[in-house]
């Protein structure tokens, strides 16, 4: 049997080595639309790992990325 090993492993935003860099304009954009749907507010001033991380949350909060 041979290993398979998936081609794009999930990395864990924690451990990105550029997670603490301001969140990018599409990862804001997106949040700010999930967030609106959810009736929810969202800092402006997220690293692009705190992003993730909400976006994920948000996601399933909404139904959206299923």
């Known amino acids: 049997m041979t290993d398979q090993v998936e081609p794009n492993p ?3 935003p924690s451990d990105w080595t550029t997670g603490d860099e301001p ?3 599409p990862q804001k954009s997106y949040l ?9 507010e969202v800092p402006d001033n997220l690293t692009k790992a705190e992003a993730s991380e909400r ?7 909404t139904g959206r990325g299923t």
Do not use: S
């Open 10 to 12: 999930e990395k864990d």
């Open 23 to 25: 969140m990018t304009g």
């Open 32 to 40: 700010q639309t999930l967030a609106q749907e959810a009736g929810e």
């Open 55 to 61: 976006i994920d949350a948000l996601q399933k909060t």
